[in-house]
């Protein structure tokens, strides 16, 4: 999660690489060794934000990202 936060705060253009990374980062937390409660309380943390900043103009990012 760090890493990707990290990523969005450079220079270079993310918008279409919102949704691949926020897709990986959750599929990484629930992956993770965490505890199920620790887990799942992050996990909602991180849908929560998710729902909170998605936007549409990001899954056309995506959608025409060459590099994606």
């Given at each position: 999660?760090?890493?990707?936060?990290r990523?969005?705060?450079?220079?270079?253009?993310?918008?279409g690489?919102?949704?691949?990374?926020?897709?990986?980062?959750q599929?990484?937390?629930?992956a993770?060794?965490?505890?199920?409660?620790?887990?799942?309380?992050?996990?909602?943390?991180?849908?929560?934000?998710?729902?909170?900043?998605?936007?549409?103009?990001?899954?056309?990012?995506?959608?025409?990202?060459?590099?994606?």
């Amino acid at each position: 999660m760090y890493i990707f936060l990290r990523q969005l705060d450079g220079d270079a253009p993310m918008m279409g690489k919102v949704f691949s990374r926020s897709y990986r980062v959750q599929q990484e937390i629930k992956a993770s060794s965490l505890p199920a409660a620790v887990k799942s309380q992050v996990d909602a943390a991180w849908v929560a934000r998710w729902q909170f900043f998605r936007h549409p103009l990001h899954g056309a990012g995506y959608a025409l990202d060459p590099e994606v």
